[in-house]
């Protein structure tokens, strides 16, 4: 009897152990990639501090297979309208072939906040989150897990994209054969601001030069692979200060020989947005030729070259829906209409 009940408790036991790990066999890779647990820890070391910071959301590299892009988007856990309006537009899976697009959020102490992020993670898998939310992790992401995807896009949550035209123009060879180089708009005459009350004061034994090193303008830019890793190769050497395009695309591009190409054309302003003010219509932003027109120049392949958008300096946000309505409309310039 009680030889019976000892095999009868083996057998199931047994059949419990294989159902599970058959289970984890196939559902293994979900199970990490949508557990919230501690996964890699990042020392961010710059030459006056460090930064501690946690990747929670665990990453796995075969997200990254045969992509040609990979474009993460810094945006805060609150967004959620803002993620929601990006996946209904340019992030749709018709735009993004050969794509992969995810969010960097940092946390959030609103327990009720992060458990929704949990539930929207597990609905649409493509959220990053980090103890500290910054472009260094998405960096190290693509270093780490993704070195093999060509091209990297940074991006801010009211950039407007379209991943497929970015891919087409990598494919057709737009961009040149340079190992290490940042495309977008470029500042090449910015100046440290040098009075203490402003908020971007930067102080003398921060950045002692008086005048910038040209850097890409923070909202988009695109990096050729080897240009994320020698960035952070160089964060070691480099004073910190809390201006990202600058420190990341200027100083420390600089320092490494990152080449930085104005992209303009490719990367332009939504001028026709409302300002603070509420005012419309910002169609000519300050020097000509920064904002998008209804036509654009177009390749080869008739293929218009504007392909990345996001608001001039004088509105606060995009406008995404009428964006993403205006960029998927532009025409090619002089191009005859049939008929
Ligand atoms: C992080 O890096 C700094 C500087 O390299 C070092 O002093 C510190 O011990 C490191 N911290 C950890 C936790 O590895
Ligand atoms: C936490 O977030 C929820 C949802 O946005 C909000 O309703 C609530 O007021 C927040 N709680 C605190 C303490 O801020
Ligand atoms: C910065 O310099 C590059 C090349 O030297 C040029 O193509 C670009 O237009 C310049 N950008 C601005 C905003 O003047
Ligand atoms: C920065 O780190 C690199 C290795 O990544 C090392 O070779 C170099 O000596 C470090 N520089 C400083 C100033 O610590
Ligand atoms: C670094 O910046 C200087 C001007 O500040 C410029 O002359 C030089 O070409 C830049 N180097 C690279 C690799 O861009
Ligand atoms: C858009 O049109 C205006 C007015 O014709 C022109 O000045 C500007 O250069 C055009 N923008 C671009 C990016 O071509």
Redesign the pocket.
Known sequence: MRIVSLRFVLTITAVLLIQIMLFLYWHGERVKRYAFIGHDRVNATFANFYMKYEIMTDFSASRCKGKQLFVFVMTTV?FFEQREVIRRTWATKSHTTDVLVVFIVGKDG?E??MK?LQEENKRYDDIIETTIPDIHAGYYLHTKYCFDVPYILRADDDVIVLPDRLVHFIKSGYFENTEKAIYGITWNDSKPVRDPSHKWYIPKEYFTPDMFPPYANGPAYLMTREAPKAILEKTNETTFFWIEDVMFTGIMANATGVKLVDSKGIFLYHCDQEDEAGRHALRNWGPVGFCMNETSPCDAHGVPYVTIIYHSPDAKRSDMERGYASLIKVKCEGATVAG
């Open positions: 609150s609103n009720t906040k929704l």
